[in-house]
């Protein structure tokens, strides 16, 4: 397979970050790690050979980032608004900075937003909130409440990193709706050992009460919150994903 190291200066969050690349052609997929992951955990816990198949064959190209999740999300003593603030600004590194250098990269217009846990939480709001820059989305086992990592601390910038609370309020013609349509996404999440399926059920609820047809699954009360059922549910969901149809 054919890994390349990327490193850049991000004016947005004012430090350099790094990437890793994974294939050659294909799909463009932003791989988001678990909380306070790095950029390396796609290649260190063995994604990159549940997605070898189509790493190699060409069908997919993955680019996999650093979070600043100890700075946000997982800085729970830190200040709210400041934290709240920083993830904005590695929103903008992603959307406005990585996503363009992406798509100069591999060709393509659209991106696929892809992560478990945490990452699952900021894939989907990647994919809801820039429907323009990312067509696909698969999210496993995230928590799509910024309650998570804020608490009871709300303002614009949390509300707007907060799918449960902004989805709901989105008008039912809002032009959105039309963009997540024409697109494909994937929220699954297990019902075992320390998987939190609560909030998966209320975006079940909103997509359904706003005709968004996204597909949320459900598995069973022995899948845990842990690689080895990411990696079947990888396997299982990325030949949808990759569909044209």
């Given amino acids: 397979m054919k890994t390349e190291y990327l490193t850049d200066y991000s004016p947005a969050l004012g430090r350099d970050m790094e990437c890793m690349v994974y294939g050659h052609a294909g799909r463009p997929v932003l791989y988001i790690p678990c909380q306070d992951g790095r950029f390396f955990d796609f290649g260190d816990?063995?994604?990159?050979?549940?997605?070898?198949?189509?790493?190699?064959?060409?069908?997919?190209?993955?680019?996999?980032?650093?979070?600043?999740d100890k700075e946000t999300w997982s800085?729970?003593?830190?200040?709210?608004?400041?934290?709240?603030?920083?993830?904005?600004?590695w929103m903008d590194y992603l959307t406005r900075e990585l996503a363009p250098r992406i798509m100069d990269w591999?060709?393509?217009?659209?991106?696929?937003?892809?992560?478990?846990?945490?990452?699952?939480?900021h894939a989907l709001n990647l994919f809801l909130r820039r429907p323009d820059l990312f067509d696909r989305v698969l999210a496993l086992s995230g928590i799509y409440s910024a309650v998570y990592?804020?608490?009871?601390?709300?303002?614009?910038?949390?509300?707007?990193?907060?799918?449960?609370?902004?989805?709901?309020?989105?008008?039912?013609?809002?032009?959105?709706?039309q963009l997540y349509n024409r697109k494909k996404g994937v929220v699954c999440v297990g019902q075992g050992p320390w998987e939190i399926p609560e909030t998966?059920?209320?975006?079940?609820?909103?997509?359904?009460?706003?005709?968004?047809h996204l597909w949320v699954d459900f598995w069973g009360w022995d899948v845990s919150h842990d690689w080895d059922w990411w990696y079947k549910q990888v396997a299982y969901f990325v030949p949808y994903l990759l569909d044209q149809n």
């Fill in 45 to 68: 816990f063995h994604m990159a050979e549940t997605l070898a198949p189509w790493i190699e064959s060409g069908q997919m190209i993955v680019f996999s980032v650093d979070t600043i």
């Fill in 75 to 89: 800085d729970r003593r830190g200040d709210p608004y400041w934290r709240a603030r920083r993830h904005e600004r």
């Fill in 106 to 121: 591999t060709g393509q217009s659209g991106i696929i937003a892809f992560g478990c846990s945490l990452g699952a939480t």
């Fill in 149 to 177: 990592g804020f608490d009871n601390y709300m303002d614009d910038v949390v509300y707007r990193n907060s799918p449960v609370h902004y989805l709901a309020a989105m008008p039912k013609d809002h032009p959105f709706i």
């Fill in 200 to 212: 998966t059920r209320q975006m079940a609820h909103i997509f359904h009460e706003k005709d968004i």
